[in-house]
């Protein structure tokens, strides 16, 4: 990221995620730069609980707040950089969801750093994403499943390095 006078700037894949915006409301060409990228790696559906969300078209394993960098930003502390190149606005704006095994993303218009829960233990820092209720989401099934499968789990000193990742518990 760098720092230009009042303006600080994450270069993230084809966008560039600038602090000094906090909604939507102001930034109108912003959703026509990302709806391309949105029409090319996902899809569009109706969830009855939330409307309208968006469907990645990601590997089996994937889930949110798993491939990136949490780089701390002056006036926001600690905010999570994607790799992935649809990753600014999933990850800023709105909330994810998990059903039948696939995670969708909740638009919302309110910025933020990120939108997770934390957790953490005697060595270990842990986050997952927050749903629309602000709770953490979590797939879960008596018969199947893992009720870990959105948590990243991360020893200390690896926090905030890029490209550290730990398998899923």
């Known amino acids: ?3 230009n006078g009042n303006d600080i700037q994450v270069n993230v894949g084809d966008g560039v995620l ?3 915006i906090d909604d939507l409301e102001t930034t109108s060409g912003l959703w026509e730069f990302v709806a391309v990228t949105f ?3 996902g899809a569009w559906s109706s969830e009855p609980s939330y409307g309208y969300v968006w469907y990645p078209v990601v590997d089996a394993g994937w889930r949110p707040y798993y491939h990136g960098v949490w780089r701390p930003l002056p006036r926001y502390g600690w905010t999570w950089v994607s790799v992935d190149r649809w990753g600014w606005p999933t990850h800023h704006y ?3 969801g998990f059903t039948r095994s696939r ?3 909740i638009p919302e218009r309110r910025w933020a750093p990120a939108w997770v829960s ?3 233990a005697a060595d270990y820092v842990s986050w997952c994403p927050l749903g629309f209720d602000n709770r953490p989401v979590v797939g879960f099934s008596l018969s199947v499943g893992n009720t870990w499968a959105g948590w990243v789990v991360l020893p200390r000193r690896a926090f ?3 490209n550290a990742y730990v398998s899923r518990y």
């Open 103 to 105: 995670w969708f993303w």
């Open 160 to 162: 905030g390095v890029r």
């Open 18 to 20: 600038r602090s000094d």
């Open 94 to 96: 709105g909330r994810w």
């Open 118 to 120: 934390w957790a953490s």
């Open 39 to 41: 029409d090319r790696d």
């Open 1 to 3: 990221y760098e720092n």
